[in-house]
């Protein structure tokens, strides 16, 4: 009897866990919406710094701007459909469409730090103390314990 409340313990903070790590990763993709949308400073300064930044290493402009294949519109839909991801695995108990969104949010936040470390863009953007870099590592951190808090579930319906 013991044993199988443990059990029943250990799977109720799996899920309690899982569930603070999908709000908090949809919270923080959602949030953010707003401002890849409508342009907003602190938008335009990250994606045309890296903009200038693609363009000089590998003398093709545009990667970043308006339109290209990785402006602020197409990394905020990147971020929403990871979001949807998280939120219908969690909700319809579906660990391969919940490890999908936590694998497409590492992604995203492994592009989002990688920028941060290695190009002109740096970790503090416009004064902001480093707060946009530190919650893409609290993301990316956030969809990692997911998958590994559901990696014996994830791997079941892949082996089926």
Known sequence: MRASASRMDTARRARIA????CVYIAFVFVQSLFFKFTGSVETDFIFSTLDGWAAE?????GLFAPGGIFSAHVIGSAELVASILLLAGLVLRKPLV???GALASMGVMTGAI???LF???GVEIL????????MACLV??????????NRGE???VLRR
């Open 154 to 156: 994830i791997l079941a």
């Open 57 to 61: 290493l590998t003398g093709i402009a």
């Open 98 to 100: 919940l490890g999908l």
């Open 18 to 21: 899982t569930v603070i790590g």
């Open 114 to 116: 990688t920028f941060h």
């Open 119 to 121: 190009t002109p863009l």
């Open 140 to 149: 990316w951190l956030a969809a990692l314990g997911i998958l590994i808090i």
């Open 127 to 134: 004064g902001d103390g480093g707060l946009l870099f530190a």
